[in-house]
């Protein structure tokens, strides 16, 4: 059975550009989140789908960034336009219910210059 | 909110030799997970370990969530052991149902030949 896997592994791009990170998570996973790692900080917890539902989005930072769950399958996360306090490492996690074990991806590297 | 914290912050240990990590959380959670984040930045799942003590091959893991810590021991390490051990902490949320974990600052592992 496939993990969590995310694209693209790495990603470059200029201030002000756009950038859209894509998530599948394990097939009957209806809980997705999405968490960032910046330098030199922990991880930190952005948004929690359940299906294509946001349960809690009470750690993204702004409005630059938006999370999208099309028929609770895979998710997107866009941030546009990018700034250079965004670059990161985004790690995607799935678990089969609110309270168990979640599975990570192998996260996206987002340089932004 | 909650905090989570990990001792040691960095660790030296010559393979062979056992180390034990620890995490200290501030609330009572209703789940707890150990996670490596190997050299190419994945994050691969250890134990999910509210409570208890699991053990796999040379890892284990003892939780006692009355008095809000988790252990993390390794025998007889590896040089692939390096790394930085994660702990995360999910939150009793939504009628009970974990939304989000809140991860630790990490222990930095380095094991040398």
């Known amino acids: 059975e496939a993990g969590v896997t995310q694209f693209p592994s790495h990603s470059v791009i200029e201030k002000g550009q756009t950038v859209t990170l894509r998530c599948d998570p394990i097939s009957g996973h209806d809980n997705l989140y999405w968490y960032r790692r910046v330098m030199g900080k922990e991880i930190k917890f952005l948004l929690h789908?359940?299906?294509?539902?946001?349960?809690?989005e009470s750690g993204m930072p702004n409005n630059r960034f938006l999370a999208e769950r099309t028929g609770g399958t895979y998710s997107t996360l866009k941030v546009q336009p990018a700034e250079l306090e965004d670059s990161g490492v985004y790690f995607c996690a799935s678990s089969l219910y609110g309270d168990t074990e979640a599975f990570f991806g192998q996260g996206t590297r987002l340089t932004v210059v | 909110g909650i905090q989570v914290e990990q001792s040691p912050p960095d660790l030296i240990l010559q393979e062979g030799a056992n180390s034990t990590l620890r995490c200290n959380f501030s609330d009572s959670v209703n789940n707890l997970q150990w996670f490596h984040q190997n050299p190419w930045g994945q994050l691969i799942n250890l134990f999910y370990?509210?409570?208890g003590t699991k053990q796999n091959g040379r890892l284990s893991a003892t939780t006692v969530a009355t008095e809000r810590y988790s252990l993390l021991y390794i025998s007889s390490s590896q040089t692939t052991d390096s790394g930085v051990y994660f702990c995360?902490?999910?939150?009793?949320?939504?009628?009970?149902?974990?939304?989000?974990?809140?991860f630790g600052t990490g222990t930095l592992l380095a094991v040398q030949p």
């Open positions: 370990i509210p409570s």
């Open positions: 995360a902490v999910g939150l009793m949320n939504y009628g009970g149902a974990t939304n989000k974990l809140i």
């Open positions: 789908f359940v299906k294509e539902s946001k349960q809690d």
